[in-house]
């Protein structure tokens, strides 16, 4: 199964939160289990790191496998940010890894649950 984790877990725990690092050990060792995250997710951590975060954060990251995004994405993207975001704020790079869940099959861990609404994805809160 793959586990996609969305940027918020990923900033965390890079921040040091020991929460974050508990759930990622969990879907590490399990070995039903591949670590997966976003195109448009690996882009928010990679365009903000700082010149002195670049090894470890890119060490870090390489612990996850990056879907690609195509035109078949992309259009289930732009359909669940026209359906969800007058009522759930949902943004772009949300509605793309919703379409990617989607599309390549998952479960997805973020604390941004409202952001992802859709009935068509598997939504797990990363914690509580």
């Given at each position: ?27 590490r060792d ?35 496998q990056t ?35 989607q599309q ?25």
């Amino acid at each position: 199964m793959r586990a996609y984790v969305d940027s918020d877990v990923l900033i965390w725990h890079l921040r040091g939160e020991h929460k974050a690092l508990n759930l990622l050990k969990k879907l590490r060792d399990s070995k039903k289990v591949e670590l997966w995250t976003g195109a448009m997710q690996r882009a928010e951590i990679v365009f903000f790191m700082r010149p002195l975060e670049e090894p470890a954060t890119l060490l870090f990251l390489s612990q996850f496998q990056t879907a690609a995004v195509d035109q078949q994405i992309i259009d289930a993207a732009g359909e669940f940010y026209r359906r969800w975001n007058p009522r759930n704020g949902i943004d772009i790079n949300d509605a793309i890894l919703a379409a990617t869940v989607q599309q390549t099959g998952g479960t997805l861990y973020t604390l941004n649950t409202r952001h992802f609404p859709m009935p068509e994805i598997s939504v797990r809160r990363a914690w509580k």
